[in-house]
């Protein structure tokens, strides 16, 4: 689950990690009341309206602004609300923003020299470790810095049953170039910010930039994080921040049917079950010359009305030009998927408006093929994987 930077910067600081300020707004005038408590609490004069959607590069996009009056407030925050935010990682027609976050200033008027730091804490699959990755060029596209100067990029393994160790705190300070006080207020920000990592049970951080202030302190300036769906359970208190403006509406809707479903851009739309046989499924399609249009694992109980809400979500997707049901009938007879086939035919009428080449595997396959072929309705039944990958191509072709 993505989270906002509002959110993000929440959970961070309810652990102890210092972070830039903020309230959030959904109006030019709350803009301004957030502004004018920000004033009364942290003495700033000039105030950052930063749009809350779940893209980077808002800056680039105008949709990072300094307002150095309420009536620069008031103007810049009408602005960014409602507008469609195109960045570098959104798609090209942009995302709306709904809300925006009023920040206090904190790199100083005047000031013409901020140190910005990026940092990131993840976990690195190839070593089974957590990772916080780090470098002095922050601020900035660090995809950039990866492909032109990776060796201003450093990397701390953290071995999980350990947790991260002090003298690994003093070595990412002092790889920053720190020293005094900013050295110290480093090795708490990183020793902080992992403990968040692992207790929100976070897949993801990203604080780009993360600020030395010309008073020393370090803070968190912004906050990208992703927490692991599952854990969720463990954490009911954050399944209020989902935001489903900012998701997939038909993964969404997947998600209430307890669908395992993901969007992709291909054609074939593939309903399967198991999440492995769903892979395979789609390499073959692939290699068959066609790309699959989702993945979607409709689980252990392919019953009639899983099957049914699966062909319902899968024709939401106007790509879809055929569709390939492969299913091992294990726990589930054949059988019992194929009248679900047939039943899904029968409910659905019109709306089930291209070719489907069904495979059905396991017990009672013949009995299912049988009931397939009988059935009277435009579908195809396969006995190898290969023959169903190849009649998908036919219809295609
Ligand atoms: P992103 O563009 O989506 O990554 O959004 P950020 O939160 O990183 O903000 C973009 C840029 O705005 C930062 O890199 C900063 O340079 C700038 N910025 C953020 N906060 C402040 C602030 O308090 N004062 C000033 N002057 N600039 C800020
Ligand atoms: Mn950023």
């Not at 008031?74 to 709904?98: D, R």
């Not at 993840?122 to 100067?149: K, P, Q």
């Not at 489907?356 to 006995?383: C, H, M, P, W, Y």
Request: include cysteine; hydrophobic fraction near 40%; charged fraction near 25%.
């Amino acid at each position: 689950m993505n989270l906002h930077e509002y959110q993000g910067k929440d959970i961070l600081s309810s652990f102890g990690v210092c972070i830039q300020r903020g309230i959030v707004a959904h109006n030019a005038q709350e803009a301004v009341d957030a502004a004018k408590q920000l004033t009364a609490e942290t003495g700033t004069g000039w105030h950052v309206i930063k749009a809350q959607v779940h893209a980077g590069g808002r800056g680039k996009g105008g949709g990072v602004k300094l307002a150095k009056s309420l009536q620069e407030v008031e103007e810049i925050a009408g602005k960014i609300i409602g507008m469609n935010l195109i960045t570098p990682q959104t798609s090209a027609e942009g995302k709306k923003v709904h809300q925006v976050l009023v920040t206090e200033d904190v790199y100083y008027p005047g000031e013409t020299e901020t140190d910005e730091y990026y940092m990131s804490v993840l976990l690195n699959r190839g070593t089974g470790r957590n990772m916080i990755m780090y470098s002095t060029e922050g601020g900035m596209d660090i995809e950039t810095v990866a492909e032109e100067t990776p060796h201003l990029i450093f990397k701390e393994e953290i071995d999980p049953a350990t947790g991260l160790l002090p003298f690994q705190a003093r070595r990412i300070a002092f790889n920053l170039g720190l020293s005094g006080l900013a050295f110290k207020e480093m090795t708490k920000f990183v020793t902080a910010l992992y403990t968040a990592y692992v207790k929100s049970d976070a897949s993801l951080f990203e604080i780009n930039p993360v600020l030395k202030t010309s008073d020393n302190k370090i803070m968190a300036v912004d906050a990208k994080v992703t927490i692991d769906d599952n854990a969720l359970f463990r954490h009911k208190d954050y399944n209020d921040l989902r935001d489903l403006r900012e998701e997939n509406p038909i993964e969404v809707e997947a998600k209430e049917l307890g669908l395992n479903y993901v969007d992709l851009d291909g054609n074939v739309g593939c309903m399967v079950n198991g999440a492995g046989l769903a892979m395979s499924t789609m390499d073959l399609i692939k290699q068959s010359g066609g790309e699959p249009a989702n993945f979607l694992d409709v689980g252990g109980t392919a019953d009639a009305a899983r099957v049914e809400a699966a062909f319902r979500i899968i024709l939401k997707d106007p790509n879809v030009k055929a569709i390939l049901v492969n299913i091992f009938g294990g726990i589930v007879r054949c059988d019992r998927v194929a009248e679900g086939i047939v039943g899904a035919f029968k409910n659905m009428g019109d709306a089930i408006n291209v070719p489907i080449i069904v495979r059905l595997q396991g017990t009672n396959a013949d009995i299912a093929k049988e009931i397939i072929d009988n059935s009277g309705f435009d579908v195809q039944s396969a006995v190898e994987f290969q023959e169903a990958a190849d009649k998908v191509q036919a219809v295609l072709n």
